[in-house]
């Protein structure tokens, strides 16, 4: 069931959630229900190895439905590689109706720069659940003291200046590109150096082999705190909460508003009733003093999303990645 045929199916999602639920305890070949009605085993994809993002929301996820009793059971398969389109493929064949993939942001780019067969606009819209600001930072002794310095540095020495940060046309990338678009500087001046993971790129900072860096706030906040980095921008609408002194990006002169965005899917070929279940289930686990405790826990922003909402933001967020990432040149 596509993307774009999600609007239609949602708009019934209040009335006919509990009878969904019960349909959906019908379909015993498709990961059989328990005896309640609800689901009694739910597969959960993580498109990446273990110990990413990716992979502590689906465990997230795992076991705070099962702590509040709201599945039966739920297990986590890793499957790694390309940006999480390797995820994404097997998505693409599952056959178990009560199927939740984690996806997000990195995915959405993904897709993009990987040409992957398999798109984002074949399944099933299920819910956005969090968000995270991402942060510019320098080394503690770099000359960048403001965000100004930094872009001004890269308009007049092009590739002189190096950002570091995750995978190529991933969410770090994307925001280099687009603090650049913004203060009219040539997309072909950026110099980035991917890494692939947070760790590796604050080596890089730490070690002074790059003038820049980019990352999720809680990968650099406790090197800024501790006044190894000097943070230079925050990429949401207002101040990160472990940054609280840290300006966003649209408050000096960069109008640019990216979070790197967790949610899950379900198969494309699930009917109406099946995702109207899932989208239950997740509502529920939203809505439990354990999913409020993880939030906080991960310093995770809440961006619950569902229904129409959620299809709407993906349909508009998939549009401006593929903007973006032609403007900077990976496209």
């Not at 994404?88 to 990195?106: D, R, S």
């Not at 080394?139 to 960048?144: I, R």
């Not at 650099?220 to 940054?243: D, I, T, W």
Request: glycine share 12%; proline share 3%.
């Amino acid at each position: 069931m596509l993307l774009n045929r999600a609007m239609t199916r949602r708009s019934a999602l209040a009335a006919a959630a509990a009878g969904a639920v019960l349909v959906l305890g019908a379909c015993g070949a498709s990961g059989g229900t328990a005896s309640d009605g609800g689901i009694d085993r739910l597969n959960i994809i993580v498109p990446a190895d273990p110990g990413g993002g990716w992979d502590q929301t689906g465990r997230a996820i795992q076991s705070d439905l099962q702590e509040n009793d709201l599945v039966g059971n739920a297990s986590v398969q890793n499957i790694g590689g390309a940006g999480g389109t390797n995820g994404l493929a097997k998505l693409a064949t599952e056959k178990n109706a009560n199927t939740l993939m984690v996806m997000g942001y990195v995915m959405v780019g993904a897709v993009e720069t990987n040409n992957a067969a398999n798109r984002i606009e074949d399944t099933t819209p299920i819910a956005r659940l969090t968000e995270e600001q991402l942060v510019v930072v320098v080394p503690a002794e770099s000359e960048f003291q403001t965000i100004d310095d930094l872009l001004e540095a890269i308009r007049e020495d092009g590739q002189g200046v190096s950002i570091t940060g995750g995978s190529a046309g991933g969410a770090d990338h994307i925001l280099a590109g687009s603090m650049l678009k913004a203060a009219d500087i040539d997309p072909g001046n950026l110099n980035y150096i991917p890494y692939s993971g947070g760790g590796e790129s604050l080596a890089a900072l730490l070690g002074n082999k790059v003038n820049a860096g980019i990352s999720g706030v809680g990968e650099y906040a406790e090197q800024v705190k501790a006044g190894k980095l000097r943070a230079l921008a925050v990429s949401g609408e207002e101040a990160a909460a472990q940054l609280p002194d840290v300006k966003p990006l649209s408050e000096q002169g960069v109008d640019v508003i990216l979070t790197n965005w967790r949610g899950v899917v379900a198969p494309g070929s699930i009917d109406e009733a099946q995702a109207e279940a899932l989208t239950q289930l997740v509502t529920d686990l939203h809505g439990t003093e354990a999913w409020t405790a993880t939030l906080e826990e991960n310093n995770w922003t809440d961006a619950f999303l569902t229904g129409e909402d959620f299809q709407q933001f993906l349909t508009e967020d998939i549009a401006t990645v593929k903007t973006t990432l032609t403007d900077i040149g990976l496209l």
